[in-house]
C-alpha cells in the first residue's frame, strides 16, 4: 500500500540533504550556481527524482545546464551515500536528477499575461472614442406601440 505522506516527508527530508550536501560537502564549483528546488517519490519509495535549476555567475550570464548536469552526474555516488547516512531506511532510493523548468514556464506565462494586459488596454483606449457601426438602437421595434403611446 502506498503512504503518500510519507513518501512526501521523506521527499521533503532527501530535499534538504541534498541541498545541505552540494552546498557543504561537494567541493565541486560547477555546483555553487545550483538550487534543489523540488523532490519527487516514487511510491514504493525506491526512486527520487531531484529537480533543480541553474543560474549563472552573475546576473547577466546563461547558465551553463551542461556543466552542472555532468557536476551532479559525478557527484551522484556521494550525494546517494550521504542521503543513505541522515536518512536512516532501510534502502537508500535512488536519486536521479532534472532540470526543473517550472522557472522558464511560468516567466513564459507572465509573459503571455502581460502581452494580453497590453492589448486589452489598447482595446479599452479604441473603445472609449467608438460609435456603433449601425443604428444606435439596433433592436427592432413594434411601430404599433409607439403609435399607442
Do not use: C, W
Not at 18 to 44: C, H, N, P, Q, W
Amino acid at each position: 500500500m502506498v503512504d503518500n505522506a510519507r513518501a512526501a516527508r521523506m521527499a521533503k527530508r532527501i530535499q534538504t540533504i541534498v541541498a545541505s550536501a552540494i552546498e557543504r560537502e561537494i567541493k565541486d564549483r560547477r555546483l555553487e550556481y545550483i538550487t534543489i528546488t523540488d523532490v519527487t517519490m516514487t511510491g514504493d519509495l525506491h526512486d527520487a527524482t531531484v529537480f533543480y535549476t541553474v543560474r549563472g555567475e552573475n546576473v547577466g550570464d546563461e547558465p551553463d545546464l551542461e556543466a552542472a548536469a555532468e557536476a551532479l552526474h559525478r557527484a551522484r555516488g556521494q550525494l546517494r551515500k550521504i542521503v543513505g547516512e541522515q536518512l536512516g531506511v532501510r534502502f537508500t532510493p535512488t536519486l536521479t536528477y532534472r532540470v526543473d523548468t517550472v522557472p522558464e514556464a511560468s516567466a513564459h506565462m507572465e509573459a503571455l499575461l502581460e502581452r494580453a494586459r497590453q492589448r486589452d488596454a489598447e482595446l479599452a483606449k479604441l473603445k472609449e472614442n467608438a460609435v456603433p457601426a449601425g443604428d444606435p438602437n439596433p433592436y427592432k421595434s413594434d411601430t404599433r406601440e409607439e403609435d399607442e403611446a
